[in-house]
T-cell receptor
Framework: DAGVIQSPRHEVTEMGQEVTLRCKPI?????LFWYRQTMMRGLELLIY????????DSGMPEDRFSAKMPNASFSTLKIQPSEPRDSAVYFC?????????????FGPGTRLTVL | AQTVTQSQPEMSVQEAETVTLSCTYD???????LFWYKQPPSRQMILVIR??????QNATENRFSVNFQKAAKSFSLKISDSQLGDAAMYFC???????????FGTGTRLTIIP
């Protein structure tokens, strides 16, 4: 199994630019999660999908952030316009809901730097 | 709201010794899951061990074991025979039964001294 795939691994952009982070969950998993990790706030859940439907987006910081899951094998997290305070590592994770622990498997993360 | 507290920002242990990382949580639920994740310098989050709240027996995975005290809402991780590869950030996490949302603690950075 390839695991959760995220791209790009690193992204450097300038303030005001649009940023799109991509995630491919593990095949057969039907839940997908986007997390943000910063020194100040630790690991925060931004949004999660179940069967491609957003279930909880209460962690999305503001309207500049949006996430989509057009099909079971792909999701995007978009920031428009980006700001320096968005600099963080963004993780995608997936799980198979209904399994005993619903264990979440994490991707390698995308390190975003907004200048 | 559920909260997870890791009161030790940093810990260090001599190689081959035993170390215990602390975690406490706050919840009004009776059924839930607890997890310890490891994040090495590669930044990949790796599940180390997990515990179901209704199980009284403490979970064990090779050199990793937990001390789960439900009444005290405590979930500590014990690493025996510490190895250099154990050096990482360790995160405690909570998930309520029937909800997929994980709540993480702030993490403990573990250093292994050769």
């Amino acid at each position: 199994d390839a695991g959760v795939i995220q791209s790009p691994r690193h992204e450097v952009t300038e303030m005001g630019q649009e940023v799109t982070l991509r995630c491919k969950p593990i095949s057969g998993h039907n839940s997908l999660f986007w997390y943000r990790q910063t020194m100040m706030r630790g690991l925060e859940l931004l949004i999660y999908f179940n069967n491609n439907v957003p279930i909880d987006d209460s962690g999305m910081p503001e309207d500049r952030f949006s996430a989509k899951m057009p099909n079971a094998s792909f999701s995007t997290l978009k920031i428009q316009p980006s700001e320096p305070r968005d600099s963080a590592v963004y993780f995608c994770a997936s799980s198979r809901s209904g399994s005993s622990y619903n264990e979440q498997f994490f991707g390698p993360g995308t390190r975003l730097t907004v200048l | 709201a559920q909260t997870v507290t890791q009161s030790q920002p940093e810990m260090s242990v001599q190689e081959a010794e035993t170390v215990t990382l602390s975690c406490t949580y706050d919840t009004s639920e009776s059924d839930y899951y607890l997890f310890w994740y490891k994040q090495p310098p590669s930044r990949q989050m790796i599940l180390v061990i997990r515990q179901e709240a209704y199980k009284q027996q403490n979970a064990t995975e090779n050199r990793f074991s937990v001390n789960f005290q439900k009444a005290a809402k405590s979930f500590s991780l014990k690493i025996s025979d510490s190895q250099l590869g154990d050096a990482a950030m360790y995160f405690c996490a909570y998930r309520r039964l029937g909800n997929e949302k994980l709540t993480f603690g702030t993490g403990t950075r573990l250093t292994i001294i050769p």
